[in-house]
């Protein structure tokens, strides 16, 4: 499972416990995506995990993601550039990803 991140108003800490609440399915979380140069390449520490050595998940570009993805985004703010590059992918939606909005 992954996880695609666009939008800079969530934080990651968020965007983790609204999108993978349980501890098992953050377990699955292999990486985030992003288009922000500062962030790609980077990695996103889980400071709320109950373990001694917090996780820690990859954050790739967007253009490195692969399916099956789930995608957390607030698509009003983007001003369609998202949209542009979500299609760019030639992904399908509900076999290759999931979008929550």
Same mark, same amino acid.
């Given at each position: 499972?992954?996880?695609?991140?666009?939008?800079?108003?969530?934080?990651?800490?968020?965007?983790? =416990?609204?999108?993978?609440?349980?501890?098992?399915?953050?377990?699955?979380?292999?990486?985030?995506?992003?288009?922000?140069?500062?962030?790609?390449?980077?990695?996103?520490?889980?400071?709320?995990?109950?373990?001694?050595?917090?996780?820690?998940?990859?954050?790739?570009?967007?253009? =490195?993601?692969?399916?099956?993805?789930?995608?957390?985004?607030?698509?009003?703010?983007?001003?369609?550039?998202?949209?542009?590059?979500?299609?760019?992918?030639?992904?399908?939606?509900?076999?290759?990803?999931?979008?929550?909005?």
């Amino acid at each position: 499972m992954k996880l695609w991140r666009r939008d800079g108003s969530w934080s990651w800490c968020d965007v983790c =416990k609204a999108s993978v609440p349980s501890t098992e399915a953050q377990n699955k979380v292999v990486a985030f995506c992003d288009v922000d140069a500062k962030k790609v390449n980077t990695f996103y520490t889980y400071e709320a995990s109950p373990d001694r050595v917090k996780p820690r998940v990859p954050i790739l570009h967007f253009t =490195k993601a692969r399916p099956p993805l789930v995608i957390c985004m607030k698509l009003e703010l983007t001003g369609g550039k998202f949209e542009e590059n979500l299609a760019s992918l030639k992904l399908q939606e509900g076999k290759d990803y999931h979008l929550f909005n």
